[in-house]
């Protein structure tokens, strides 16, 4: 049986590296192309695979050699695919654009990512009766989405939920969540205010945590985390790293933070290694090419202790 449930999203990513973005109606020459498996759903149940977890997924792919390969590539980390089911549509593609200063660019086509509905839902049943975590995103229906939290949160499974992209959440949704992990941009949407420091971040951690869900974990790049819950608000210091692309760096840290939950391991240890993950995820090109296993991260520098931030 599974330790974490992933619902969500398989894509295809379609990867050009370029010196800048190219201004409208420019051609610019790029230095190189890959096609590499993605979808937040996919990035995140690898992630949490390759730091040692049982993962499941549950999604929709294409009748196409995409899809087939994004089964292939899950199945490659012990991923358990029986559940990702075919859709009357093509595989989900992702056109990334990835700029020298490792910024990326992302056009979406959902594909069969749109058909992921109630038979999909269904399917959660079995593996949810043994599993810690349930870990949504929200490149699938948000009606599906909603369905597979409350389902599982009926079953007493805890509901991780990374609200990217960004979109505002049903009211039903704030209850039945047990984590919250978001970015700047995501928390922005949902708070109302620029999200852009530490001081913003730590208020809209703070806000989004009143709202009902007892952890809130905000990522903020190279300027770190801040996590709030019912022992307060603390800020844990990125690690410095030469970052070459930033694609899947959210999805590691995640991925890394609840394999770590599903192991019994303390928040902070979790937020630790997800930060540790994440820093060498982003010195590596590619989505799931770029998402490190648990023995690579004993070379790294250990993580600062968090300190206590104040809501101001």
Not at 135 to 162: D, I, R, Y
Not at 279 to 288: I, K, N, P, S
């Amino acid at each position: 049986m599974p330790d974490i449930v992933v619902f969500g999203s398989l894509n295809m990513d379609l990867v050009v590296r370029t010196p800048r973005v190219p201004d409208a109606g420019e051609t610019l020459q790029a230095h190189g192309f890959m096609t590499n498996p993605g979808g937040k759903g996919a990035n995140q149940a690898v992630a949490c695979a390759r730091q040692g977890a049982a993962v499941a997924m549950v999604g929709r792919v294409g009748d196409d050699a995409f899809g087939q390969a994004l089964k292939t590539s899950l199945e490659g980390d012990a991923i358990e695919t029986r559940h990702v089911a075919t859709a009357p549509a093509s595989t989900g593609v992702a056109l990334i654009m990835v700029d020298d200063s490792a910024q990326n660019r992302i056009s979406l086509i959902p594909g069969a990512n749109a058909f992921v509905g109630d038979d999909d839902v269904a399917r959660l049943q079995d593996d949810l009766a043994g599993a810690r975590l349930l870990l949504l995103q929200l490149e699938v229906p948000m009606e599906s989405v909603l369905k597979a939290a409350t389902l599982s949160h009926e079953k007493g499974c805890s509901v991780v939920l990374n609200p990217a992209p960004a979109q505002v959440l049903p009211e039903a949704m704030w209850g039945l969540l047990d984590m919250l992990v978001l970015n700047e941009t995501e928390a922005a949407l949902l708070c109302g205010f620029a999200v852009g420091d530490l001081d913003s971040a730590t208020r809209a951690a703070d806000a989004l945590h009143r709202r009902g869900p007892p952890r809130v974990i905000l990522t903020m790049g190279g300027e770190g985390v801040v996590v709030c819950d019912a022992t307060g608000c603390r800020h844990f210091r990125a690690l410095k790293v030469n970052a070459i692309d930033t694609t899947a760096a959210g999805d590691t840290f995640i991925g890394a933070l609840c394999a770590s939950l599903a192991r019994g391991e303390a928040i902070d240890a979790g937020i630790a290694l997800g930060i540790q993950a994440a820093a060498l995820c982003v010195t590596r090109a590619g989505a799931q090419a770029s998402i490190p296993h648990r023995a690579d991260l004993q070379s790294l520098a250990p993580v600062d202790r968090p300190t206590t931030v104040t809501v101001r």
